[in-house]
């Protein structure tokens, strides 16, 4: 479960002012749930997936993620957490360059400390199809082959928790919706919870549950 308790986020400009992204958004996310988060551009979004994540820390509320509340925490033991409860796709695939797809997932499996990584990361890269790509770097596979590299690092440690900020954002119709078919599939496999920030209203229509930001509030789709 994840748990948004009346979280505010507000960052200072470099002109001094305060702008307030999120203001007072409490959220249930019940464990096992398809969330789509949608909302205009500059709504706070992305904000509450990185609240959610440990990312960033609120301005005032709190965040509790699988019992545990992450806020406050410093940054050794966020990263702990991090590592074995969440899993994380974005749009910009974040993949290190010089390393192999098999590489770029074993990194993953290391820091969340799976014995055997070299077999795990193999194993989750055959799970998203690219197990005859392992040896491959990024600047050789195409956008929606990154992309589902990125989804066997996110799933590699078998998270309980799956974040997504617009995983499918940047690829083509065609490559987004089998990279979002197979997230689903993942998702139902894994028995994870799923938490997608989208501007996709087909894709967002296919989740579960549905939430509505505006102005840093929720307007639709919460209890």
Do not use: W
Not at 13 to 25: A, F, H, I, K, T
């Amino acid at each position: 479960m994840i748990s948004i308790r009346s979280v505010s986020k507000t960052f200072t400009s470099p002109s001094g002012e305060d702008l307030r992204v999120l203001q007072e958004v409490s959220l249930e996310i019940p464990a096992g749930a398809s969330v789509a988060i949608q909302g205009p551009s500059g709504s706070g979004k992305s904000t509450l997936l990185g609240l959610m994540a440990g990312l960033d820390q609120p301005t005032a509320g709190e965040v509790v993620v699988n019992g545990q509340s992450i806020t406050g925490l410093g940054e050794l033991a966020l990263s702990r957490f991090r590592a074995q409860n969440l899993g994380f796709v974005f749009q910009a695939y974040h993949l290190l360059p010089h390393f192999s797809a098999l590489q770029n997932v074993m990194i993953a499996a290391e820091i969340a400390g799976l014995a055997g990584a070299g077999a795990k990361a193999l194993e989750a890269l055959a799970r998203v199809g690219l197990q005859e790509r392992a040896e491959h770097l990024p600047a050789q596979l195409s956008g929606g082959e990154c992309q589902r590299v990125a989804l066997a690092r996110a799933i590699v440690a078998r998270p309980p928790i799956l974040l997504c900020d617009e995983p499918t954002g940047s690829l083509d119709p065609r490559n987004a919706d089998r990279v979002f078919d197979l997230l689903l599939e993942l998702q139902r496999d894994l028995g994870a919870t799923l938490v997608l920030v989208t501007h996709d209203a087909h894709l967002a229509g296919r989740m579960g549950l549905h939430i509505t930001l505006e102005r840093g509030r929720i307007v639709a789709g919460a209890a």
